[in-house]
């Protein structure tokens, strides 16, 4: 069956500082893979979408960049943190086809201080 | 951009009710999904609609895809403590990065 890990669970990271996180997914190959934001009490924006190694599509202008440098890997990033980019951010992945769902890992939570 | 409305927002309940919450648009989608999220975790898929008009049960819960592919129900019967969380409706657009429109959840909350 297939899986789906995101770490770290929790980050508190200063104004400026780099950000990396990272998401695997298990047990498929070629699968789709995004990053979400989710703010409190909200519903989940799409920040980037990838269909495949080295294809990222952004949805949303941000401090924030996305990378797939292995088939089952994604990674979002940021070179300067700002306070705005606090929040729950969300990987996911799906099969490609249009009956496919998404599936969700289990969020990190970002902290900037 | 395409925005899904989800209401309501909140609902406090008694055990034992049941719950029933609603996703419109302005746009037509081609799914409709129906997550629930647990505090400090990720979305959990409950139920998946493909094609209007299709009514799809999980258990005690029932969801429906609008016949104007702008709208969906999700129905919860028989309401038990575990079925406290946030429930959000997501409306699926583009066929080979299925990009997924939220609505802002339903936080349900049930009194024993």
């Known amino acids: 069956s297939q899986t789906i890990h995101q770490w770290p669970a929790t980050l508190v990271q200063p104004v400026g500082s780099p950000l990396s996180l990272e998401c695997t997914v298990e047990?498929?190959?070629?699968?789709?893979l995004y990053w979400y934001r989710q703010a409190a009490g909200r519903g989940l924006q799409l920040l980037f979408y990838?269909?495949?190694?080295?294809?990222i599509s952004s949805e949303v202008p941000q401090n924030l960049s996305a990378s797939r440098p292995q088939d089952r890997q994604f990674i979002l990033s940021s070179k300067k943190l700002l306070l705005s980019d606090s929040g729950f951010y969300l990987c996911?992945?799906?099969?490609?086809?249009?009956?496919?769902?998404?599936?969700f890992g289990d969020g990190t939570r970002l902290s900037i201080l | 951009g395409q925005q899904l409305n989800q209401s309501p927002q909140s609902m406090f309940i008694q055990e034992g009710e049941d719950v029933s919450m609603n996703c419109t648009s302005s746009?037509?989608?081609?799914?409709w999904l129906w997550y629930k999220q647990d505090p400090g975790e990720g979305p959990v898929l409950l139920i998946a609609?493909?094609?209007?008009?299709e009514l799809t049960s999980n258990g005690r819960l029932t969801a429906q895809f609008g016949i104007t592919r702008k709208d969906s129900f999700l129905n919860i019967s028989a309401s038990i403590p575990s079925d406290v969380g946030i429930y959000f409706c997501?409306?699926?657009?583009?066929?080979?990065?299925?990009?997924?429109?939220f609505g802002q959840g339903t936080r349900l909350t049930i009194n024993p």
């Open positions: 609609l493909y094609k209007a008009g």
């Open positions: 746009s037509i989608f081609n799914t």
């Open positions: 997501a409306g699926q657009v583009g066929e080979g990065a299925q990009k997924l429109v």
């Open positions: 996911a992945w799906s099969t490609g086809g249009s009956r496919q769902p998404q599936h």
């Open positions: 990838s269909v495949g190694i080295g294809q």
């Open positions: 047990g498929t190959s070629n699968p789709n």
